[in-house]
């Protein structure tokens, strides 16, 4: 089972060194940890109060949805915390909110769900190796349909993957004191300027300067922006 959704495909951030526990009624359970990346689509435009979704996508390249199943188990007093009707509806993982989640001064992890999701391999094809190639395991096949080509074609079951939806929320009040606030200022400042006496002297001074400000926080939000050519953001 891989990270379908990862944005690293140097590394497929299982750690190493994961021991196994195996009991006496031959039960081998196998607590993998991970350090993974994944892509997720940014829409800004109602930064700094945006929300975002990202998903994460795990499943099998080699076994269809008939030969691996995913189960999801609940671990002691989150049993009734689960939704366990209905393997298709999403779940709410507060295991994982409450216990593994470090929090985050620019981000705050509101909800997390859990859910499976069915994959197509109509577009997908491989070749059936000839007869003969004494391939013996799963790692070989796969060697072996690159290498050794009849030009049949063979069926791939569709796959089953499991998505993990974490939906996070922009802290604020930083952008709101360091932007929001001085801009506001500044158009009240912008509004003064009009009202200022000519004869005063200071009108064209002051709005240079309201102007100059303004360039200067188009500068400081410009760099807080994540680059996109999709969404403009409101601000």
Not at 45 to 72: A, N, T
Request: with cysteine.
């Amino acid at each position: 089972m891989i990270q379908l959704s990862s944005a690293d495909f140097n590394n497929h951030g299982f750690l190493a060194h994961d021991f196994v526990t195996v009991t006496a009624e031959g039960e081998v359970m196998w607590f993998v940890s991970a350090m993974l990346k994944t892509t997720c689509r940014v829409d800004i435009s109602m930064f700094p109060f945006d929300e975002q979704i990202c998903e994460m996508q795990f499943g099998s390249w080699l076994h269809s949805k008939d030969e691996l199943e995913y189960v999801f188990l609940p671990i002691g007093e989150s049993y009734d915390k689960v939704n366990l009707t209905g393997c298709d509806q999403a779940r709410m993982v507060n295991r994982a909110l409450n216990v593994s989640y470090y929090r985050d001064t620019d981000w705050n992890l509101t909800n997390a769900t859990v859910h499976y999701e069915a994959r197509s391999t109509d577009h997908f094809a491989a070749w059936e190796a000839g007869s003969g190639s004494g391939m013996s395991s799963p790692e070989d096949q796969r060697f072996q349909r690159q290498d050794i080509v009849t030009g049949q074609m063979i069926t791939i079951p569709d796959q089953r993957d499991f998505v993990l939806r974490i939906r996070i929320k922009r802290r604020s009040l930083y952008y709101i004191w360091n932007i929001i606030v001085p801009c506001v200022m500044l158009s009240v400042l912008t509004i003064v300027t009009f009202m200022t006496p000519v004869e005063s002297g200071e009108k064209i001074q002051l709005g240079l300067s309201v102007f100059l400000a303004f360039s200067m926080f188009m500068m400081l939000i410009s760099k807080c922006i994540p680059p996109t050519a999709e969404e403009i953001p409101i601000i």
